[in-house]
C-alpha cells in the first residue's frame, strides 16, 4: 500500500508541475525584453536584469514591485487575476512593460 501511495503522490508532483506555466522577460540595454507578453492565469513571470546598473519593476497599480536589481539578480510574481498590467523601472522612467493575463486555460 506504501508503495502505491508513494507513486500516486510522484505522480500528482509532476503531472501538477507540468502544468505550471512561466515566462521570462530580460532587462537589457534598459529595455524589458520583450516589452509585452499574454499569459494564462496562473503564470509564473520572472524578470531577469542582464544590464550592468540596477533596474526595478513596479506595477502602475502597486499589485507587485520589486527591489533594485543588480546585474543577473532576478524578481519573480504570479499573475493570478485576469487583465492588463502596465510596469516600469522607478529608476528609469523610460523603460515600460506590459502583462497581459487572460483566464486560465
Excluded at 506504501?2 to 507513486?7: E, Q
Excluded at 500516486?8 to 502544468?19: D, E, I, Y
Excluded at 525584453?33 to 550592468?52: F, I, M, Q, S, Y
Aim: proline content about 3%.
Amino acid at each position: 500500500m506504501k508503495k502505491y501511495l508513494s507513486v500516486f503522490v510522484l505522480g500528482c508532483l509532476f503531472s501538477t508541475s507540468a502544468w505550471a506555466e512561466e515566462q521570462k522577460i530580460e532587462i537589457k540595454e534598459y529595455l524589458y525584453v520583450p516589452a509585452k507578453v499574454t499569459v494564462a492565469a496562473g503564470t509564473k513571470v520572472t524578470w531577469v536584469n542582464r544590464d550592468e546598473v540596477p533596474h526595478t519593476i513596479d506595477d502602475s497599480n502597486k499589485q507587485f514591485q520589486s527591489a533594485a536589481l543588480d546585474t543577473d539578480e532576478s524578481y519573480s510574481y504570479t499573475f493570478t487575476t485576469p487583465g492588463t498590467y502596465q510596469y516600469g523601472c522607478r529608476l528609469h522612467s523610460q523603460m515600460m512593460g506590459t502583462v497581459v493575463v487572460t483566464a486560465a486555460k
